[in-house]
């Protein structure tokens, strides 16, 4: 029997409370939502489609050059619609933002940083990490972006308890919650706990199972889990008569007090199970691989602030800002890719459920910060290349970067929050911000946490012009005013990844484009040539 | 309580059978061994040690430039001592051998293989991962080789089981066996069968950690585990209205006895849980590196075969053929970086304990086959960037490229196995091995499998001279066949991975020569001046 997302979210939701739900949703692709539909396929509309029917090219104008838009126009412009594309920022991708040195921006509050990152040092301010059957890897291929991997997860890497002060590697953490739980289920199954469910043959196969997963003793030992190596070394193996030695493991009831295994789901998730991949020089090379080929075909005015959106009686025409001067560009249809609780400010003559819908968007908080070091202390000091520390301090997460390793600087994300703690941080100027990132990374890495920082930027999402947020939820994504978005409003069509159910993914921007793009011309062929 | 690896292991391996125990071995890093005994850190020699003395530099010939030859060479030359180094073949590096186009190789059997790989193509004949807390990673740095991730596990790869004919992806396995762990270990907890061993709050923490790593349902629902989004969808998630579905798992029944939980425990292990790493370009890398660093100071003699090492009045003298010519080196030390069943073949007259030393480790079979394709179709096709696929099939497993994502070409190794099923292969022409890799890879992956195939290599390492096996077994490494080995023999010294624990890894060779040039220096700094 097929299950959806949103009946197994609410699953293990109920009993789980919002800690568990949270990683859950993280772990599955952020939003729960409506029944499943089989969709066909995308075909990419043909520039043949007009030249053989003896059709003119319709005239697309697209709101906003991030991933949805630039989708939108690559496609469209491919078959050879006349597409021009109105950017308010000065660069394509959106949310889609690398962070280098020369990267100026200014936050809602007038607060203005400047980015001295090094040469080669970047952050991924937006989407950092692609699933490897999202579509997005095909554009990339498509688009010539080389791929590397993005470390998601990594043995070395650290749980840190702020209860306790202390912090395990993620290989330890799960070597003795696995070990416990084998033998657990080993001695149930042995006492015949397991009857009711299991075969002799089963229970048998069960064992063996565990034997190996958890590491555990034979049936004469109780099946006892008393550490391995998978733990890690206390003296490592080495030359000559140096065998390894590890540490006894704490206690069953301590490994479970201390709960690191709060954190083992995520890596199991669809969309963040590793192998998980990166653009090899920062996440907006895929921003303008698409530019390049858009603007190959069509235009892309940047710096165009978008006032009104107005349906017409054949088409639309749509008023923008460029400096002090305002423009208007007519069309036979508008796609609108800005986030909906920006579009929502608008002017427009839509209906009033359009705009309602807009605004029933609930922006998310988010943020991040880069600390560029001088020296890769966590590689040299700690033997940690790449991936990602947890903690339950409000900074939620500590990222390594997936590049340069062993270079002679590197790039950490200092923290990527959400929601409240996300707020708080967003509440303080860049410095503030640092201060308190570095306070809280002190106390998993130590005072070398605070020592070699070259340079700094953070980004506080729901403080950036343009997008205010760094997704959206809907408080329901089956209902009327989610589904009014996913049809024309005469002209108009909505695009986004927030019109998809891989909201914060730049997969789901794209496939919610490859929707709009369909639906739009299927509609243009359809109508008398 | 510390433990031993090899107690470790001997306790894993009495009851899990061969198959266990060569699982477990390979996660820890292949070979039990004797009582741990802290080393102090390596401190390389120095120049000065030399100058500030008086003492005159002293002469040293290592034989072979494998990478414990590579490393002694590296560390006594920068210390200033007077060294050459004897290659039998014309490349450094021994069993670090990366196949690109041009490499030429002439098995035992006197049949030659010459491959046509394309620019940047290659296949990492021999050690092919980098752990991070491995020396061989401190090396890349110092050396300056550009590191890249190796995918050492990837959820999107295949466990194939050829007895019901069927495949997975390692994600759906996972869900599936931790779903059902964990809906079993619920219920038995539930049942009271833990009371005796788990307080109530106890028993309550397991149940939360539970639900999330197994993603089951509640108590009302007896803990059931009926699948979720982890195992993958029959529909992804999609634009508009597609949640995603996915199908109902097997029985526990099933899933227990498709066994693929069997393969679990290898990404667990201390030296291959990811984050693993490899050279960018290939492993080799790492040898040319130590070798342009060796060549500033010292002499690599390349084809040079080692005919007899003696020991004489104060120092060595060892011969070796350069092609038709017999030549004599003379110097005040040797250091045997040879295998030792190969090194038991020169003549000597070191006692005669010592060749029985040499000739009681055992080599190990081991064999890869190179299958350059013209398209990269498990990317392509599958969804499937770099990963190890799991078979019970004789080529024991596939493994995906990890370079060149997305690229027009791509080198997937056919097989990597061991033991009776690597001497099968061995056995066989390339021809011979190819057909048959073919037809057990098309079991797991279609026709595709047998096509766009554009140039193939294979090597078998018993049959590979100067080698003659992957890497050795010791029948006991702790008695003193295995110790006679680790003190020198008058003024000849033995080095490699073999008198480690770290056999078959990079780090043993180098750890081990790192115990040979403290021995070393530490003597000849002893001596009157």
């Given at each position: 029997m097929a299950v959806t997302r949103r009946q197994f979210l609410q699953r293990v939701g109920v009993a789980g409370g919002a800690g568990v739900m949270y990683g859950t949703m993280g772990a599955l692709g952020f939003a729960p939502a409506g029944a499943a539909a089989a969709t066909p396929a995308f075909t990419p509309p043909k520039a043949s489609d007009f030249t053989l029917t003896g059709r003119s090219r319709k005239k697309v104008v697209v709101l906003g050059a991030g991933i949805a838009g630039l989708t939108t126009a690559y496609e469209l412009g491919k078959a050879g619609y006349d597409i021009t594309v109105l950017e308010a920022r000065h660069r394509p991708g959106g949310r889609n933002w690398t962070v280098r040195g020369g990267t100026k921006e200014t936050e809602l509050d007038g607060r203005t940083q400047r980015s001295t990152f090094a040469e080669g040092q970047y952050m991924n301010a937006g989407p950092a990490r692609l699933p490897q059957h999202h579509v997005t890897m095909d554009y990339c291929r498509e688009l010539g972006v080389p791929l590397e991997v993005?470390?998601?997860?990594?043995?070395?890497a650290w749980i840190y308890d702020s209860v306790s002060g202390t912090k395990v590697r993620w290989r330890e953490a799960k070597a003795d919650t696995y070990g416990y739980v084998s033998e657990l289920l080993a001695k149930a199954t042995d006492k015949g706990a397991l009857d009711a469910e299991l075969t002799g043959e089963d229970q048998e196969r069960l064992i063996a199972f565990l034997r190996s997963f958890g590491a555990i003793g034979d049936a004469a030992s109780g099946y006892a889990y008393t550490g391995s190596g998978r733990r890690g070394y206390t003296t490592d193996p080495g030359a000559g008569l140096q065998d390894g030695e590890y540490a006894a493991p704490p206690s069953v009831a301590d490994v479970l007090a201390r709960g690191a295994g709060r954190y083992f789901s995520f890596e199991m998730g669809w969309d963040q199970a590793m192998l998980m991949f990166q653009p090899v020089g920062g996440m907006d090379r895929i921003a303008y691989a698409f530019e390049a080929a858009v603007e190959a075909r069509s235009t892309i005015r940047y710096g165009a602030e978008v006032q009104s959106v107005m349906n017409t009686q054949d088409g639309v025409e749509v008023t923008y800002v460029d400096g002090a001067t305002t423009r208007t560009v007519t069309a036979d249809f508008c796609v609108c890719a800005v986030p909906p609780h920006i579009a929502a400010r608008f002017r427009t003559n839509l209906p009033p459920g359009v705009q309602e819908s807009l605004a029933y968007a609930v922006p998310a908080s988010t943020g991040k910060i880069g600390l560029q070091y001088g020296r890769r202390w966590w590689e040299e000091?700690?033997?940690?290349?790449g991936g990602i520390t947890n903690t339950d301090l409000d900074v939620s997460t500590i990222w390594y970067p997936?590049?340069?390793?062993?270079?002679r600087r590197g790039t950490v994300v200092g923290y990527y929050n959400f929601g409240a703690n996300a707020d708080a941080y967003a509440a303080l100027p860049h410095r503030g911000r640092l201060q308190k990132a570095l306070a809280q990374g002190r106390k998993v890495?130590?005072?070398?946490?605070?020592?070699?920082?070259e340079s700094t930027f953070s980004v506080a999402w729901s403080k950036i012009r343009y997008s205010e947020g760094g997704w959206v939820g809907w408080p329901d994504q089956t209902g009327r005013e989610y589904r009014?978005?996913?049809?024309?409003s005469g002209n108009v069509y909505f695009a986004g990844d927030h019109l998809s159910h891989y909201i914060a993914w730049q997969a789901g921007a794209i496939l919610s484009a490859r929707d709009v793009v369909t639906h739009l011309h299927t509609r243009v062929m359809g109508a008398p040539a």
């Amino acid at each position: 029997m097929a299950v959806t997302r949103r009946q197994f979210l609410q699953r293990v939701g109920v009993a789980g409370g919002a800690g568990v739900m949270y990683g859950t949703m993280g772990a599955l692709g952020f939003a729960p939502a409506g029944a499943a539909a089989a969709t066909p396929a995308f075909t990419p509309p043909k520039a043949s489609d007009f030249t053989l029917t003896g059709r003119s090219r319709k005239k697309v104008v697209v709101l906003g050059a991030g991933i949805a838009g630039l989708t939108t126009a690559y496609e469209l412009g491919k078959a050879g619609y006349d597409i021009t594309v109105l950017e308010a920022r000065h660069r394509p991708g959106g949310r889609n933002w690398t962070v280098r040195g020369g990267t100026k921006e200014t936050e809602l509050d007038g607060r203005t940083q400047r980015s001295t990152f090094a040469e080669g040092q970047y952050m991924n301010a937006g989407p950092a990490r692609l699933p490897q059957h999202h579509v997005t890897m095909d554009y990339c291929r498509e688009l010539g972006v080389p791929l590397e991997v993005f470390t998601n997860s990594n043995a070395q890497a650290w749980i840190y308890d702020s209860v306790s002060g202390t912090k395990v590697r993620w290989r330890e953490a799960k070597a003795d919650t696995y070990g416990y739980v084998s033998e657990l289920l080993a001695k149930a199954t042995d006492k015949g706990a397991l009857d009711a469910e299991l075969t002799g043959e089963d229970q048998e196969r069960l064992i063996a199972f565990l034997r190996s997963f958890g590491a555990i003793g034979d049936a004469a030992s109780g099946y006892a889990y008393t550490g391995s190596g998978r733990r890690g070394y206390t003296t490592d193996p080495g030359a000559g008569l140096q065998d390894g030695e590890y540490a006894a493991p704490p206690s069953v009831a301590d490994v479970l007090a201390r709960g690191a295994g709060r954190y083992f789901s995520f890596e199991m998730g669809w969309d963040q199970a590793m192998l998980m991949f990166q653009p090899v020089g920062g996440m907006d090379r895929i921003a303008y691989a698409f530019e390049a080929a858009v603007e190959a075909r069509s235009t892309i005015r940047y710096g165009a602030e978008v006032q009104s959106v107005m349906n017409t009686q054949d088409g639309v025409e749509v008023t923008y800002v460029d400096g002090a001067t305002t423009r208007t560009v007519t069309a036979d249809f508008c796609v609108c890719a800005v986030p909906p609780h920006i579009a929502a400010r608008f002017r427009t003559n839509l209906p009033p459920g359009v705009q309602e819908s807009l605004a029933y968007a609930v922006p998310a908080s988010t943020g991040k910060i880069g600390l560029q070091y001088g020296r890769r202390w966590w590689e040299e000091d700690e033997d940690l290349y790449g991936g990602i520390t947890n903690t339950d301090l409000d900074v939620s997460t500590i990222w390594y970067p997936s590049y340069g390793y062993n270079g002679r600087r590197g790039t950490v994300v200092g923290y990527y929050n959400f929601g409240a703690n996300a707020d708080a941080y967003a509440a303080l100027p860049h410095r503030g911000r640092l201060q308190k990132a570095l306070a809280q990374g002190r106390k998993v890495h130590g005072p070398v946490y605070g020592k070699d920082i070259e340079s700094t930027f953070s980004v506080a999402w729901s403080k950036i012009r343009y997008s205010e947020g760094g997704w959206v939820g809907w408080p329901d994504q089956t209902g009327r005013e989610y589904r009014r978005l996913l049809r024309p409003s005469g002209n108009v069509y909505f695009a986004g990844d927030h019109l998809s159910h891989y909201i914060a993914w730049q997969a789901g921007a794209i496939l919610s484009a490859r929707d709009v793009v369909t639906h739009l011309h299927t509609r243009v062929m359809g109508a008398p040539a």
